[in-house]
């Protein structure tokens, strides 16, 4: 009987032990992850120099992040992206051009999309994700009025050769930055006038207009 009382203390400290070390395990049936967790896991990955998906991207005349005007980029592309080779048929002016892309996507929405050279090198980039930005702080998503408290020197126009609505600026001579059509709502017989190119107003695009994609042609 002394033996048991003696060693009644023992294993009470054991099952406390026991205990706390399960409120730290999670539930097997629990499958949510925060950003911070998610975080950690890509860094727990094996180091291949490549940057995680939450870091901001940079818009330059060189290009975005890991895509470089010039070079082979297919080896470069993150694993926690995917990526679909594919030839696009364009109409300019009634001929039509064909071009090797190269889409990337994160999590099946496309974020950038490379016009590649027969050689398999970036020729020209087009930028779609939000998280990409100039050093000014503009890029898809931000609002017409934001490009032009950023670049005040801004010109917009409008072409029918590609249909497409363009604000740029000299600060960035190697970048259009395009308008969806959608924001145009001013009188569409200003756009017939058989000119390629047709400068326009702020006041002939709506009040909530934004940049939709970011094209960089390189230096």
């Known amino acids: 009987m002394i033996t048991k009382i003696s060693l009644l203390p023992v294993f009470l400290i054991v099952l406390m032990i026991s205990c ?14 925060n950003d911070s967790s998610d975080t950690e896991l890509l860094n727990n990955t094996p180091d291949s120099g490549q940057k995680s998906p939450y870091d901001d991207m940079l818009i330059t005349c060189n290009g975005v992040d890991f895509v470089t005007i010039g070079e082979k980029v297919i080896d470069k592309v993150p694993d926690f992206y995917t990526y679909e080779n594919k030839t696009i048929t364009q109409t ?9 892309t190269l889409t990337i996507s994160d999590m099946g929405i496309a974020i ?12 020209e980039i087009t930028v779609f994700t939000t998280r990409a930005n100039t050093d000014k702080g503009i890029g898809p ?15 917009i126009w409008y072409t029918y050769v590609s249909n497409r609505f ?40 709506t009040e909530t207009a934004v940049i939709s994609s970011v094209r960089i042609m390189g230096k």
């Open 112 to 123: 950038i999309r490379a016009n590649l050279t027969s050689d398999e090198k970036v020729d």
């Open 20 to 33: 706390g070390s399960n409120k730290n395990k999670p539930s097997t049936g629990d499958t949510t992850q």
């Open 166 to 205: 363009v604000i740029e600026t000299p600060q960035q001579k190697c970048m259009q930055f395009l308008i969806d059509n959608q924001f145009y709502f001013s009188d569409r017989k200003k756009l017939d006038k058989g000119s390629d190119r047709i400068y326009l107003k702020r006041s002939d695009f």
């Open 92 to 100: 300019e002016e009634g001929t039509e051009i064909e071009s090797k």
């Open 141 to 155: 998503g931000s609002k017409l009025d934001e490009f032009i408290q950023a670049y005040p020197d801004y010109k």
